[in-house]
């Protein structure tokens, strides 16, 4: 297959250019590196083709320097995932509307996927716990109700902490669905933060993006709204998808996460483990590939 080169080249310097000013971060969190070297988790397809994606399809980069990737497969393992639902109280849609859409990925998921249910206004409540059975889900979302502010990057850190860590290193394939418009009205947890964790742990953000009720407010020391959805997304690899087709958006996500899911791994060269690294993955033409952007500081 003809690479594109002159898309190639185009893409790779706008990368080496942003990649000068991103700035460094550093955290207590723990390395995705292993045995089997660092690993990323991949969502590929090849548009009107069935042939296999290999490693010499690919090209993987950290801060513009080129690294050569050990393996790339395809992971059928089931999923879990943590839908996220924003319930305080001046968001712009109804309990009954956050229900249905939190019940669409009840009836969308695969074998063995599961789902655990976390609502949150000041604090996160668990709605339901692990289960793929589509009545527990119902039953458990009538305690949903709306109060509160939303302190969202408090609920992340404590789902990524409390819910996912645990299931790890034994899955690889976590995600949450954050059902929300992207405001955070008081969180401890540094937005930063939020999303490093995420990266570090190859956790994918999907949204259902419900209209910002800030109307693109101005918010101090972090992101509008929108912008916060659009980060936590694009620096994991997820996707955006509208709140008003929440049927179109399970099945999309439910989907993507057991046909079009790979790991690559690879040993990092010639990049510092102690900063920030600029991750940018690159396919031949026809390849459409999603990764985070990013891979946090490697501090014990």
Do not use: H
Not at 272 to 300: C, H, M, W
């Amino acid at each position: 297959m003809k690479f594109a080169v002159e898309k190639f080249v185009a893409l790779l310097m706008v990368f080496v250019l942003t990649s000068f000013a991103f700035g460094q971060s550093r955290n207590n969190t723990r390395s995705t590196s292993d045995l089997d070297g660092t690993i990323l988790t991949v969502t590929a397809t090849r548009a009107e083709s069935k042939d296999p994606i290999k490693v010499e399809n690919l090209f993987l980069y950290e801060n513009g320097i080129e690294q050569k990737i050990k393996n790339f497969s395809y992971d059928p393992s089931p999923a879990k995932i943590v839908l996220l639902i924003d319930n305080s109280l001046t968001l712009r849609a109804d309990v009954e509307s956050l229900k249905r859409a939190t019940m669409e990925f009840a009836y969308e998921i695969f074998e063995g996927d599961e789902l655990f249910v976390v609502a949150y206004d000041e604090k996160p409540e668990i709605i339901q716990e692990w289960t793929d059975d589509a009545k527990k889900m119902e039953t458990s979302l009538a305690t949903l109700r709306k109060q509160g502010n939303p302190y969202l990057f408090d609920a992340l850190n404590a789902t990524i902490k409390e819910v996912l860590i645990p299931l790890m290193p034994g899955t690889r394939k976590a995600a949450i669905v954050l059902i929300g418009d992207g405001l955070d009205r008081g969180s401890k947890t540094a937005f930063d933060k939020t999303v490093a964790e995420l990266q570090n742990y190859n956790i994918t953000l999907y949204s259902l993006e419900i209209p910002d009720r800030t109307n693109g407010a101005y918010r101090r020391n972090q992101p509008k709204a929108r912008e916060v959805l659009k980060q936590l997304v694009e620096g994991t690899g997820g996707r955006s998808f509208s709140f008003d087709e929440p049927q179109t958006a399970a099945k999309a996500i439910c989907d993507e996460l057991r046909n079009n899911r790979y790991l690559l791994s690879y040993f990092p060269t010639n990049t510092s483990s102690y900063d920030a690294r600029r991750v940018f993955l690159l396919g031949q033409e026809g390849i459409t590939l999603r990764t985070k952007s990013a891979q946090p500081p490697n501090i014990k």
